[in-house]
């Protein structure tokens, strides 16, 4: 594989596809997940859990499978299960539909600073304020903001640009198969200067887990795809009470509508 992603060092490499750093788990005092994220289903069956969850700060629905290309006829790099080029990743977000819910997109992504990208820079591609780069918190890049602020994981460098330990995917959150052994695809093209021989108009953005990197790679290159969708999609789960708290709840209401009577009557 030939992906391009920033690395450590801030350059722009091809590198092969990384095994993940560390052992993902669901972590619920790291990050904002369990206050920002509404468990959704999407089959109708409330006992299997959740099919999806609502990001209350992005105004967005999350697929709870993370690696949407993982067995489907769009994974065809043989090394890299759910790996996908972009046009079969948009194909494949646009044909998806769970339940009945259709109208699911890739994640999107867009300038910091609300006006133009900011590209990397040796100075400073590790503080957060470039698009190119790392620690990227805002909620303009859909990927980095659920993983750095919803997850609360951490770049392979700090906003100094030290190295600092933890990094890559830590915390998964609710969610399955989040992976740190390769990258995700964002739904927008990479486009700086089209006279610029090292940024070709056939560079799409990407997130890379593994590193808390922004970056791009060529769109037929093989990249993983988490479907979102845009609003609140899906029905809220709630707590089905067991058999004997049912049993109490039925009682108080009994106690209660008998006491209503005799105020009545008397």
């Known amino acids: 594989m030939n992906l391009f992603a920033l690395t450590r060092l801030g350059l722009l490499l091809a590198g ?28 109708g069956n409330f006992a299997n859990g959740a099919e999806a969850y609502y990001d209350t700060v992005l105004k967005i629905t999350w697929l709870a499978n993370a690696d949407l290309g ?12 759910g790996a996908v080029t972009w046009a079969d990743a948009k194909t494949l977000v646009a044909d998806f539909n769970l339940g009945g819910v259709t109208g699911w997109r890739l994640p999107t992504v867009a300038p910091i600073n609300g006006e133009s990208f900011q590209y990397y820079d040796p100075n ?6 470039r698009d190119q780069g790392y620690n990227i918190v805002s909620p303009n890049s859909e990927l980095a903001h659920m993983f750095h602020v919803t997850l609360g994981n951490k770049s392979i460098l700090d906003t100094s640009g030290n190295d600092q330990e933890g990094f890559g995917v830590s915390n998964q959150g609710p969610f399955s198969n989040l992976s740190s052994g390769n990258a995700y695809w964002f739904g927008t093209r990479f486009l700086q200067n089209p006279d610029d021989p090292r940024y070709p108009q056939n560079r799409v953005w990407l997130f890379y887990p593994a590193f808390g990197s922004q970056g791009f790679a060529k769109d037929t290159n093989g990249l993983l795809v988490w479907a979102v969708h845009d609003g609140d999609v899906g029905t809220a789960l709630s707590p089905v009470p067991e058999p004997s ?22």
């Open 245 to 266: 708290s049912l049993a109490l709840m039925l009682a108080g209401l009994g106690g209660t509508l008998m006491l209503a009577r005799r105020r009545r009557r008397n």
């Open 124 to 129: 400073d591609y590790w503080t957060g304020q």
């Open 70 to 81: 993982l067995g489907s006829a769009y994974a065809n790099f043989e090394d890299q299960p």
């Open 16 to 43: 092969g596809c990384v095994t993940a750093l560390v052992q993902a788990q669901s972590l619920p005092t790291q990050g904002t997940w369990t206050t920002t994220l509404q468990a959704r289903d999407l089959d």
